[in-house]
């Protein structure tokens, strides 16, 4: 059976059409670990050289679009681990460095950090 050009196109959009960004629970989690990241003072390090944290949250951020329009995340929990734990193309495990402490793998840093943010989205407003 041949296939025309148009068909396969037609194809390609229906896939790239299934891409499914986050719900919005997750997207609020992840949003709130990024900037967290953004403004705690910590530096990245990817592939040996170290980022800011503004440069990471950009940086993870293309990871998440590109995740997302691969439908290969759908929790905050699945980024940490699929796209914000090691570089794609080395394999090297990304870390983060806050004043006065010794670097950590980001997997560890997010989650505890994502525990944070969930604790406080949990805790009664004050009064």
């Known amino acids: ?17 299934h891409a499914v960004p986050l719900p919005p629970t997750a997207r609020a989690d992840v949003d ?9 003072g910590c530096e990245f ?3 040996g050289s ?3 944290g503004a440069e990471a949250k950009a940086h993870l ?5 590109y995740l997302e329009g691969k439908d ?18 080395s394999g090297k495990p990304y870390l983060v ?15 505890a950090e994502l525990q944070q943010v969930r604790a406080a989205r949990a805790a009664p407003a004050p009064r």
């Not at 709130?32 to 705690?40: F, G, H, N, Y």
């Not at 951020?61 to 679009?65: A, V």
């Not at 460095?97 to 989650?111: F, I, N, Q, T």
């Open 50 to 52: 170290w980022y800011t």
């Open 32 to 40: 709130a670990l990024l900037t967290r990241l953004q403004t705690s």
């Open 61 to 65: 951020l293309k990871k998440l679009d």
């Open 97 to 111: 460095r806050c004043a006065g402490k010794a670097p950590v793998e980001s997997a560890v840093w997010l989650k």
């Open 72 to 89: 290969m995340v759908s929790t905050a929990e699945q980024f940490i681990e699929r796209g914000a734990s090691a570089s794609s193309m």
């Open 45 to 47: 390090n990817r592939n």
């Open 1 to 17: 059976m041949n296939r025309s050009p148009l068909f396969a196109a037609a194809l390609l959009w229906l896939v790239a059409a």
